[in-house]
């Protein structure tokens, strides 16, 4: 199985990385046998804090039948993301993952790229909450039902509150394309929920 993450300027790297260390667990531990792709629309990436990051590939050069997921981490609209995350090319990916109905885990405010597209709305989904859920309320304009909770999945997709998130979302993803015990097998090993039986 292949994950495509997309990457977009200013993009926050906690909510990257917890992509790759799950998938990373999930395969060399587990035989979860997920590779992940980032891609971007540079061959280097710059993230909010000044880290840089090598894409696999560009997006120019996506073939949506090569994945079985998408996920994109969120970032700072201060520093940018939105120029990436809203670009054209960035919205018809989004739309056709959706219309094959396969995985699309977003995080944080990456979550307003999935609304931009069109594929969210009329559909649960969330986006950072504090600062008095004033996110949530521009997101919400988009047509949304906007569910006040740490992670919503509404059919193939899956979006998120802020970066504290990354890790469940993506579990969540795991799930999705494996099944709950492969993923609670990982969970365990990675040290979250303990007490998973």
């Known amino acids: 199985m292949k ?19 799950v998938m990373g667990w999930a395969t060399e531990d587990y035989q979860g046998n997920i590779s992940v792709d980032m891609c971007g629309f540079q061959k280097i990436v710059m993230s909010t804090f000044g880290v840089s990051v090598i ?15 998408l996920a994109i981490p969120g970032g700072f609209r201060e520093f940018g993301f939105n120029e990436e995350a809203f670009d054209a090319r960035t919205l018809d990916l989004i739309k056709k993952f959706d219309y094959y109905e396969k995985p699309i885990a ?25 600062d008095n859920g004033k996110t949530q309320s521009e997101l919400a304009q988009y047509g949304i039902n906007i569910i006040n909770e740490p992670v ?14 990354a890790p469940e ?10 099944n709950t015990e492969k993923m ?10 303990q007490n998973i039986e």
């Open 184 to 193: 609670q097998q990982v969970k365990r090993a990675m040290g979250y929920n």
């Open 55 to 69: 894409a696999d590939v560009l997006i120019d050069d996506i073939n949506v039948e090569d994945y079985d997921a």
């Open 169 to 178: 979302v993506a579990f969540k993803l795991l799930e999705m394309l494996t």
């Open 152 to 165: 919503v999945i509404d059919k193939n997709i899956i979006t998120s509150y802020c970066p504290e998130t």
């Open 106 to 130: 977003s995080v944080c405010v990456a979550a307003f790229a999935l609304a931009e597209s069109g594929v969210l709305k009329g559909r649960n989904a969330t986006t950072y909450h504090l």
């Open 3 to 21: 994950i495509l993450l997309l990457c977009a300027k200013a993009f926050e790297t906690l909510e990257f990385s917890a992509f790759v260390d």
